[in-house]
């Protein structure tokens, strides 16, 4: 009988080694949001105008590659859902933030805005890494006056 628990411990050790990297894969990446800083009012505004459902865009963070190319995303509150509520955290690109021109890089902003699709998907450098910031922040209520959001508008 030892000879069946030792061969049945093997099988599980390999199906455990199979297995576990598609866990690893799966699980949350660490984010260093010193590569984020907070989106600029006037592109958030503009982002939110470009909504195709109700609701409301919060902690939205920007990464800029070496190449200037800016990746914006937010996390979606939608209308009526309390502030604790995690929403879906929507991406877009832009070659320059002022310009008011922006594409979408996932599901979620194809989903629910109009911005037109961007010509590379979620996976482009610089696309996870501004979404990782904003999951840091998801499910939290919007601070009136984050110290990097007093610093960019000036309005705390």
Same mark, same amino acid.
């Given at each position: ?58 902690? %939205? ?7 200037? +190319?800016?990746?914006?995303?937010? !996390? /979606?509150?939608? =209308?009526? &859902?309390? *502030? ?42 610089? %696309? ?7 999951? +840091?922040?998801?499910?939290?209520? !919007? /601070?009136?006056? =984050?110290? &990097?959001? *007093? ?6």
């Amino acid at each position: 009988m030892a000879p069946q628990l030792s061969r049945r411990a093997l099988r599980a050790a390999a199906c455990l080694c199979l297995i576990a990297p598609a866990f690893v894969a799966c699980s949350s990446p660490s984010v260093d949001a010193g590569l984020c800083v907070p989106a600029k009012l006037t592109s958030v505004e503009t982002l939110q105008a470009g909504l195709t459902t109700d609701g409301t865009l919060r902690h %939205a963070r920007v990464h800029q590659r070496d190449d200037d +190319t800016v990746f914006l995303s937010a !996390e /979606l509150l939608p =209308e009526g &859902e309390d *502030e604790d509520y995690d929403g879906d955290i929507l991406t877009w690109y832009t070659a320059d933030e002022d310009s008011g021109d922006f594409a979408s890089v996932d599901d979620n902003a194809r989903d629910d805005s109009m911005w037109p699709s961007a010509p590379f998907r979620v996976n482009e450098e610089g %696309a996870m890494a501004s979404r990782g910031c904003v999951l +840091t922040l998801r499910g939290e209520p !919007e /601070l009136a006056c =984050e110290d &990097e959001y *007093e610093e960019l508008v000036g309005i705390c």
